[in-house]
């Protein structure tokens, strides 16, 4: 199956600073999600995101579907960007990497 | 359109008992997801319908869980005789896709604790 790898696993960073966020995958696919999960659990749509560019504010994403990786940016960030980042990839099923814990210090 | 919908947010329960969890997805989406994620893992995969038509079941799908999703609407989880090891997040999503998949959307969530 599909495999999914983010990376870092882990991201420490000032208010302020700007951070980008990595996902590889292992084969071609028709559906790529990046999601933030809120302290409750529940995922958050940020970009549905297959191909291409988009923005939404201080987030960006980019998927480059050819070479298999997409790219989430977050610009001045904000403690309410802390959290985790999941990155989810379809061909049938929708498989997720294993997040990103980002933690955003005052 | 109010989105994913999952009941009980909550369940505490015993070892040994069954547990059933409801997901309503968003009306017009035709595919419908549970996932299961523990503590700082992500969602697992599950098994996942295509209209009624229940299509992949994953390996973690022991033959204590089966799922339902009967007219293509609402679907249920259950869990038989309960352990702990089953004690996570059940995650619940919806989209539209045939031949590929839409935007994913999901529920909040059933966290089952199991005593």
């Known amino acids: 199956g599909i495999q999914v790898e983010q990376s870092p696993p882990d991201l420490i960073l000032q208010e302020g600073a700007n951070s980008t966020l990595r996902c590889n995958f292992s084969d071609s696919v028709n559906n790529l999600q990046w999601f933030h999960q809120n302290p409750w659990g529940q995922l958050i749509n940020l970009f549905y995101i297959p191909s291409g560019t988009k923005q939404n504010g201080r987030l960006s994403a980019t998927t480059v579907a050819t070479e298999r990786y997409s790219l989430l940016y977050i610009s001045s960030s904000q403690t309410t960007d802390s959290g985790v980042y999941f990155c989810a990839v379809a061909d049938d099923k929708i498989i997720f990497g294993k997040g990103t814990r980002l933690h955003i210090l005052p | 359109d109010t989105g994913v919908s999952q009941n009980p947010r909550h369940k505490i329960t015993k070892r040994g008992q069954n547990v059933t969890f409801r997901c309503d997805p968003i009306s017009e989406h035709n595919r419908l997801y549970w996932y299961r994620q523990t503590l700082g893992q992500g969602p697992e995969f599950l098994t996942y319908?295509?209209?009624?038509?229940?299509?992949?079941k994953s390996r973690l799908l022991s033959d204590r869980f089966s799922a339902e999703r009967p007219k293509g609407s609402f679907s249920t989880l259950e869990i038989q005789r309960t352990e702990q090891g089953d004690s996570a997040m059940y995650l619940c999503a919806s989209s539209l896709g045939v031949e590929f998949i839409t935007e994913a959307f999901f529920g909040q969530g059933t966290r089952l604790t199991v005593v």
């Open positions: 319908f295509q209209n009624e038509a229940q299509l992949e």
